[in-house]
């Protein structure tokens, strides 16, 4: 197996990112683990790309998000330039060096990972924020290479701005675990309401969903259960929990903070909350949390 390397540019890890360009004749799996996520742009080249054993041909300006934890690799046909983007977890753990809000960042970037459904396949849906997300990526490379560590300041900003694309990307499409041959919308709609304001347990209750979406308060939980084939209450606690998985494992976040945060009444109250779900506790999960979610997915490479 052979590798070509061109023009390559890695930030350490000490940064909120790590950026690389490299261009490859076969894919090689990377020992550097992805805590966090990475946007992938094929900058030129032809293959395949794997997630979780499902396949998507890629071709030259696509754009990926490869999930942390997950099996992922590439199948190349024709030698592939990439831009790797990584978005770490040291931002969350050494807010002082930064400017911007952590805890915007930190829900920008968790509404992505809890949202985005982690099927392959081009994570852009319109050309105009493809060239957004190519002048962007090119903006950093450039700041990287010429300035370094004095241009931290401005490629974060860069990578808010990268943020708000993904995100908007992620609302327009079906990344909901919604039957395919649904053809009601209004449960793409709740689904993204419900995930914006998670943490907001007011705008979660069946009478305000009701008003929202224009039913009536007895056939919102109908409804939802018929759409999703699962109860309401029962949806809304997993993706909470999804967002507690998140920041055990990225953020310094107290239990507290994270009970608060997401309207559970207390830390006793989240920890049997998260027991009763995952089937651990949550020292455990802090523990081999990396682990266990590799074992969720039945994830091996």
């Not at 799996?29 to 030129?44: A, C, D, G, T, Y």
Request: glycine share 4%.
């Amino acid at each position: 197996m052979q590798l070509k390397f061109t023009k390559m540019q890695v930030l350490e890890a000490y940064k909120p990112f790590e950026i690389q360009e490299i261009e490859l004749t076969d894919w090689k799996q990377r020992p550097v683990k992805n805590n966090f996520f990475e946007l992938v742009l094929i900058k030129e080249g032809e293959g395949t790309q794997c997630i979780n054993y499902n396949d998507y041909a890629y071709g030259k300006n696509s754009m990926f998000l490869l999930p942390p934890l997950k099996c992922h690799s590439f199948t190349i046909e024709k030698p592939t330039k990439f831009v790797f983007l990584k978005f770490t977890d040291s931002f969350f753990k050494n807010v002082n060096r930064m400017t911007i809000d952590r805890n915007e960042w930190f829900k920008e970037a968790s509404y992505i990972l809890s949202n985005y459904n982690q099927l392959p396949g081009d994570i852009i849906k319109n050309d105009l924020d493809r060239n957004h997300l190519e002048s962007l990526v090119g903006m950093i490379l450039q700041e990287s290479r010429s300035y370094g560590a004095e241009s931290i300041s401005l490629i974060t900003s860069l990578m808010t701005s990268i943020l708000e694309i993904l995100i908007r990307n992620i609302k327009k499409g079906t990344y909901f675990e919604v039957p395919k041959k649904n053809a009601d919308d209004r449960i793409t709609k709740m689904l993204t309401y419900i995930n914006e304001n998670i943490d907001k347990t007011e705008l979660l209750k069946v009478e305000n969903l009701a008003d929202v979406f224009m039913m009536s308060p007895t056939y919102v939980s109908e409804y939802f259960k018929k759409q999703v084939h699962m109860p309401l209450r029962e949806y809304i606690i997993k993706a909470k929990l999804k967002l507690v998985e998140i920041r055990l494992l990225n953020s310094d976040f107290t239990l507290t903070q994270i009970a608060d945060d997401l309207g559970f009444t207390d830390v006793s109250h989240l920890s049997k909350t998260f027991k009763r779900y995952s089937g651990v506790s949550i020292k455990e999960f802090k523990t081999n949390g990396e682990y266990l979610l590799l074992k969720r997915t039945a994830c091996t490479g």
